[in-house]
């Protein structure tokens, strides 16, 4: 079970830290996603994290956000900087413990979902 958090309202060039708790004792075996939905769109990657660290980026935010995970305490994060308001959507972790590198992009293949968390950028 995964569940995000940290969302909320910022200003355009502001920042944001999204959280993601893990369920279960296995989370390390896990590659853990952060994937966004804003209103009206399709849902698309933004990052993701592999078991052994590996760090993926839609070039969208690269340079921009930085996605993290403690092991130890079940926890993902994306770190959100210099936001703009094109970033606006609800923001999902995911995981999956059989996804390849070559479908990180694709948010069908991850597995397991928690609860989005709303992100509004103004401008």
């Known amino acids: 079970q995964l569940q995000a958090s940290g969302g909320g309202l910022v200003q355009a060039g502001g920042s944001l830290r999204l959280s993601c708790a893990f369920s279960?004792?296995?989370?390390?075996?896990?590659?853990v996603g952060w994937l966004r939905q804003a209103p009206g769109k399709e849902r698309e990657f933004v990052a993701v994290i592999n078991r052994s660290g590996g760090l993926y980026y839609s070039d969208s935010v690269k340079g921009r956000f930085t996605v993290s995970r403690d092991n130890a305490n079940l926890m993902a994060y994306l770190q959100m900087n210099s936001l703009k308001s094109e970033d606006t959507a609800v923001y999902h972790c995911?995981?999956?413990?059989?996804?390849?590198?070559?479908?990180?992009?694709?948010?069908?293949?991850?597995?397991?979902w928690g609860q989005g968390t709303l992100v509004t950028v103004s401008s």
């Open positions: 995911a995981a999956s413990q059989t996804i390849i590198v070559s479908s990180y992009g694709d948010p069908v293949q991850y597995r397991y």
């Open positions: 279960g004792s296995t989370f390390r075996s896990y590659v």
